[in-house]
């Protein structure tokens, strides 16, 4: 049968695209169009929930005047319930009247029992619910003040006062009155001081008493002897009692600050310092600060300063703790008149110059200031919340502010700043958020963490980018193509290890690995690139004939062994390396070859067996993947016809690699490496898993740091929604978007400028 030809045009129909086929397209560019929109849309969206997160942090504080409370006139001192529902103000005879903060009605008096001696000192303690009366006989007793709340049927709550004294102790001289007094009560110990006029102006006496609580919670009191407290001083000032009950700052009337510090029924003078400098200076307001390791001065001329207790180290090598000024000084708009302290953190209230100013010791900065009531305020009481304050002016009248001041020690200067924070030896960068106690000064500094991400950083790529970056290279320009389609798949393969394993691998095993035969890695690690590099040239130099026999593509068969000898040869050199290198005397004055000791003798820096080092392998073990795979690809998209052409022109392999394939690649390799740094920036269990997560400062390679990702992840389940700690984790992760962001952008215009001066489409 003869075969029919076929003659004439074809159907125009033929050429023309299906209706479908272009509503699919036209749909998928549009689909395309809104995924990139969203993708640009989550990214600010991500952005502005951080910054509304972390904007209240740099808010001052909301300080609102509230309707006084009218007291009858003589009071000197005042306290009230914790919901400030009751006040009780104290009068110079003993007597306690309780009214009403809504209406100033009054609830109940409680007076001193009859028979007791005549009270001539009154001083109300109303954080610790106490009323200390100072007797004309020299006694002191104490009046505990508490509060029950009930709530009747109705639901309405009701507040009732409870009084209960204790009998009087004897504490000063019999026969001599007490014109002031103070009382603190520590752990096992309660202390009591009062002054006493004397023919030479004023002095100080004291008694200790020692309780101890037994089984049944019943305290066991044991009162020691009395006795005087800076007996060499004609004349006492203003005294400051610590909470510690161990020791007594006296100011003297010349400017001068005595410390006195003891045990038992004494207390030694252990320094004495002039918080002004310059004779005569004497400093007219001071006052504790919550947690009674910093004290603020106030002078006349209207200037304050701020000291506190450092460790500071003697000639002789030990560490004594004293007084030292350790903020700078700041000057107030008139005399200083006053400072109390806040009950929960380290914020004060200072009088000066007719003003008030509401300050954090931390920060040092003033989040509110208003006008002074009149007259010099008597007493001024902070709620236990930290959202109330109350006055006691001149007049009688008790003054109340609420306070709005959700994140007091937050600024930047506690961010970024270097802060010379309570026991320390000086300004410093410190991360601290939790303690186990109330009077903690929380550390807040961000730069310990970015320096940490950096640093860890930094041995992550180290490691990673040298062994990625060349794998690329030679798998995608010399190694034979079946072979390629093998490791390729198994170089993405690894990038799929969770990093969670890489972690768990990484702290419990490679650790201990690392630490016990550092000096034999190091010298591996080191003796490798010689090796290659020998081997290579070694390789170089043998007849043609016996090069030939290897495929090309496949000389790496005969270098290995040669590389893996000498590698195994370093490593069994390293004890030897170390005995030489590395022996320190150790106290019993017996010679030790270990590098661990000897690093901390020599170089005085810290040693972790989870150190950077480990970080950095394991790290840049996640990141070789990454960088691997995306740099293999741009690497192998260079069009075949400029290798051609570079071969042809007489170049050699190595030649058109580094002068023709990396060039016109280098817009990917960009790339590679800003996704492996991103990689390794965002890496988190890793870092929690693979090191000690300690924010420290100090570039040594061998402790651990603590990264804003893996603080983050670490703190933020137990941080209270709101608080100034958990805020402060969402300006840390700010940081870390911003970090990542402006990288990326610079990478990006790198690569733009790199691709068209190579003309790389």
């Not at 109300?124 to 200390?132: A, D, H, K, M, T």
């Not at 350790?326 to 000066?352: D, H, I, M, Q, S």
């Not at 990264?707 to 992840?713: C, D, F, K, Q, V």
Request: one cysteine or more; proline letters at 6%; aromatic letters at 8%.
């Amino acid at each position: 049968m003869d075969d029919k030809v076929v003659t004439g045009t074809p159907p125009e129909s033929r050429f023309q695209v299906a209706r479908g086929t272009l509503l699919a397209d036209v749909w998928m560019g549009r689909l395309i169009r809104l995924g990139g929109v969203g993708v640009i849309a989550a990214v600010i969206g991500m952005l502005l929930f951080l910054l509304w997160q972390v904007v209240p942090l740099f808010s001052g504080a909301e300080v609102t005047p509230q309707a006084a409370v009218a007291l009858r006139p003589g009071a000197v001192g005042f306290g009230e319930d914790e919901s400030g529902e009751v006040v009780y103000a104290a009068h110079p005879d003993g007597t306690l009247r309780f009214v009403k903060a809504s209406d100033g009605s009054s609830v109940t008096d409680w007076s001193p029992p009859a028979g007791s001696p005549a009270v001539t000192a009154v001083r109300v303690q109303s954080r610790e619910g106490q009323v200390l009366l100072g007797h004309a006989d020299g006694s002191v007793s104490s009046v505990t003040v508490s509060f029950k709340v009930s709530f009747a049927s109705d639901g309405r709550r009701s507040v009732e006062p409870e009084v209960k004294s204790e009998p009087p102790r004897q504490v000063g001289e019999k026969g001599r009155a007490v014109t002031e007094v103070w009382a603190v009560r520590a752990t096992n110990t309660r202390l009591f001081v009062v002054r006493q006029a004397s023919p030479r102006g004023s002095e100080l006496r004291a008694l200790r008493l020692a309780e101890r609580r037994g089984l049944g919670g019943r305290a066991v009191v044991t009162p020691g002897e009395p006795f005087a407290i800076a007996p060499d001083v004609d004349d006492v000032g203003q005294v400051l009692v610590p909470s510690t009950a161990d020791s007594v700052l006296v100011l003297l009337p010349g400017g001068e600050v005595r410390a006195y510090a003891g045990e038992g029924d004494r207390m030694d003078l252990i320094q004495s310092f002039r918080p002004f400098p310059g004779a005569g200076r004497a400093p007219s307001a001071a006052g504790l600060i919550f947690g009674d390791v910093s004290a603020v001065f106030l002078s006349a001329e209207g200037e304050q300063r701020v000291w506190a207790i450092h460790p500071v180290k003697q000639s002789d090598g030990r560490s004594l703790r004293r007084w030292g000024e350790v903020r700078e000084p700041v000057r107030l708009p008139g005399p200083g008149a006053g400072v109390w302290a806040a009950a929960g953190n380290k914020c004060y209230l200072l009088a000066a110059g007719g003003e008030l100013q509401l300050r954090n010791l931390t920060t040092g900065s003033v989040r509110w200031q208003g006008e002074a009531p009149p007259g010099s305020a008597r007493q001024v009481v902070f709620s236990r919340n930290y959202d109330r304050m109350s006055a006691l002016a001149a007049d009688g009248s008790l003054r109340r502010w609420k306070i709005e001041d959700h994140h007091p020690d937050s600024s930047w200067s506690a961010f970024f700043g270097r802060i010379w924070y309570e026991g320390a030896d000086g300004p410093a960068f410190v991360w601290q958020s939790s303690s186990g106690s109330d009077e903690f000064e929380a550390k807040y500094s961000l730069v310990p963490l970015i320096y940490g991400t950096v640093k860890g950083t930094f041995y992550a790529l180290l490691f990673a980018l040298p062994i990625a970056l060349l794998a690329a290279v030679y798998v995608s320009q010399f190694l034979r193509p079946d072979l390629r389609l093998i490791v390729k798949p198994l170089m993405e393969v690894m990038a799929s290890l969770p990093s969670v394993v890489l972690g768990f691998l990484a702290g419990l095993w490679l650790a201990p690995v690392v630490d016990a035969n550092l000096v034999p890695l190091l010298c591996a690690l080191a003796a490798l690139a010689p090796a290659g590099l020998a081997s290579g040239w070694i390789w170089s130099r043998l007849p043609q004939p016996v090069r030939r026999r290897a495929r090309p593509g496949l000389e790496f068969l005969w270098l290995a062994p040669v590389v893996f000898l000498c590698v195994c040869a370093a490593w069994s050199l390293g004890p030897s390396v170390e005995s030489a290198l590395f022996t320190v005397t150790d106290p019993s004055g017996a010679q030790v070859s270990d590098f661990r000791e000897w690093w901390r003798v020599s170089t005085g820096l810290a040693y972790d067996a989870r150190n950077s080092l480990v970080v950095g392998f394991v790290m840049g073990f996640a990141v070789i993947p990454v960088v691997f795979t995306i740099a293999e690809d741009a690497l192998s998209n260079v069009p075949a016809a400029l290798t051609s052409g570079s071969l042809a022109l007489g170049a050699s392999r190595w030649q058109t690699v580094w002068r023709v394939v990396v060039p016109t690649a280098v817009s990917g390799i960009v790339s590679a490496v800003m996704i492996g740094f991103g990689r390794a920036v965002g890496e988190t269990m890793i870092v929690v898993m693979a090191t000690g997560n300690t924010a420290v400062m100090e570039a040594n390679p061998f402790n651990g740091m603590r990264t804003l990702s893996a603080n983050i992840a670490v703190e933020l389940p137990e941080a209270p929604a709101g608080h100034t700690h958990f805020r402060a984790l969402f300006l840390g992760a700010c940081c870390l978007f911003l970090l990542t962001f402006i990288l990326n952008t610079l990478a990006e215009v790198l690569r733009q400028r790199l691709r068209e001066r190579y003309k790389v489409v």
